[in-house]
Every structure is written in structure tokens, then in C-alpha cells.
């Protein structure tokens, strides 16, 4: 059973654009949302995250919105650059992330010049 | 800082062996946790271990196990490799594992032949 949903799995936007992804979960305990980036022949590095008593959380170009009722949360990029070029992952987890990150499945994200 | 650092990088084992890999954590963090990722079932949590004790198991069978020394130096080793337990094994490191921010290394790349 996939707990935590996430979409699309590839997405291309232009240089200036806004990224969207999305995730959708089950589990009401989750009380942790991370987004991960990972680049290719790396480990995937902390992006933003944040936890269910806020709807919106914003560091630099990257925002997180959360909504509690419909269980779902996304990552918003805004101006997107060529940099940004990675696999994106969102996660959640229980206890703040000590009982395990249940990661969804991530996004291709490419943003062309 | 030094960060998480993985050996060895890069291995490959037959069906059947044994497999042991190691993770040294950032100085000072005394949580390590173990993902398995491949591209099918993407990043799935193994287990975490905090002050030498294992706090956290997956859902994966008994030949996937793992320890923590007292110096925070964690190794994992996974017995009779079938052909899918190929993946990147990735170790986190977090200073406090309650806050959820996991420090990923690069990972080791397993190929069971």
C-alpha cells in the first residue's frame, strides 16, 4: 500500500516558471512533511519541510503548501532555473521522522533554458 | 563538517553471498538511518539505529540487518543477496532524530549478479 502519492512523475517547465509538485497521503499520524532533491549520483538532500500546524512554509524560491483536510501537501517552485534540474521527492513521517520517511515514488523535474 | 560517508561506493556479489556496508555519520549525530532505493519501489525505509540500539525496523525480511557502534559508525549487512536486493543503499545521520532533518551520503550501489 503506497501511502504517500506523488505526481507527476515527470514534469518540464521553462526557465522563469513556476515547478508544481504534488503529494496526497493516508496515514493521519503523519505529523512530518519533507521535501527531498536528489541529483544524479547523490543522496537526496533536505529541501524544506514542514509539520501539520502550518499551512504554508516558504524558504527562498521554494513553498510548501499544506492541507490537512484534503491530506495533501505540494512543493512549489518559483522561478525555476536549470539548476533546479533533479529528481524531487516529497515524504512524511510519524514522530517527526523517527519512525521511518515514507518517501513518494519523485518527480523528474527538468527546466529548460 | 565532513558529512555522511558510505563504503564502499560501488560493489558487486552472486546470488547467495553476503554483503556488508558501512556508514560513518556527521561528527556528533548519533542517528543513522538505512534506505533501500531502487527505481521500482523508489526509497524505502530499512532501519534506524540511535545510540547503538535499533529504535525502527521496515518492512523488510530477516536477511537485512544491521548494527551501531558506540562511536555512531553504523553497518548493515544483508545475507543470501537475491538478484532484488540490487539498489542504492543510502545512510542518513540526524543530531536529534525528532526533528526529522536526515543528512544523506551518496550511498552504495549493489548489483547482485
Known amino acids: 500500500q503506497q501511502q504517500v502519492k506523488q505526481s507527476p512523475q515527470s514534469l518540464i517547465v521553462q526557465k522563469g516558471g513556476i515547478s508544481i509538485i504534488n503529494c496526497a497521503y493516508e496515514n493521519t499520524a503523519f505529523d512530518y512533511f519533507p521535501w527531498y532533491q536528489q541529483f544524479p549520483g547523490k543522496g537526496p538532500a533536505l529541501l524544506i519541510a514542514i509539520r501539520p500546524d502550518v499551512s504554508e512554509k516558504k524558504e527562498g524560491r521554494f513553498t510548501i503548501s499544506f492541507n490537512k483536510s484534503a491530506k495533501q501537501f505540494s512543493l512549489h517552485i518559483m522561478d525555476s532555473q536549470p539548476g533546479d534540474s533533479a529528481t524531487y521527492f516529497c515524504?512524511?513521517?510519524?514522530?517527526?521522522?523517527?519512525?521511518?520517511?515514507?518517501f513518494g515514488k519523485g518527480t523528474h523535474l527538468i527546466i529548460q533554458p | 563538517k565532513a558529512g555522511v560517508t558510505q563504503t564502499p561506493r560501488y560493489l558487486i556479489k552472486t546470488r547467495g553471498q553476503q554483503v556488508t556496508l558501512s556508514c560513518s555519520p556527521i561528527?556528533?549525530?548519533?542517528?543513522v538511518s538505512w534506505y533501500q532505493q531502487t527505481p521500482g519501489q523508489g526509497l524505502q525505509f530499512l532501519f534506524e539505529?540511535?545510540?547503538?540500539?535499533?529504535?525502527n525496523k521496515g518492512n523488510f525480511p530477516g536477511r537485512f540487518s544491521g548494527r551501531q557502534f558506540s562511536n555512531s559508525r553504523s553497518e548493515m549487512n544483508v545475507s543470501t543477496l537475491e538478484l532484488g536486493d540490487s539498489a542504492l543503499y543510502l545512510c542518513a545521520s540526524s543530531l536529534d532524530p525528532n526533528t526529522g532533518e536526515l543528512f544523506f551520503g551518496e550511498g552504495s550501489r549493489l548489483t547482485v549478479l
Open positions: 539505529y540511535f545510540s547503538e540500539t535499533q529504535r
Open positions: 561528527s556528533g549525530h548519533r542517528s
Open positions: 515524504a512524511a513521517s510519524t514522530r517527526g521522522g523517527a519512525d521511518g520517511l515514507t
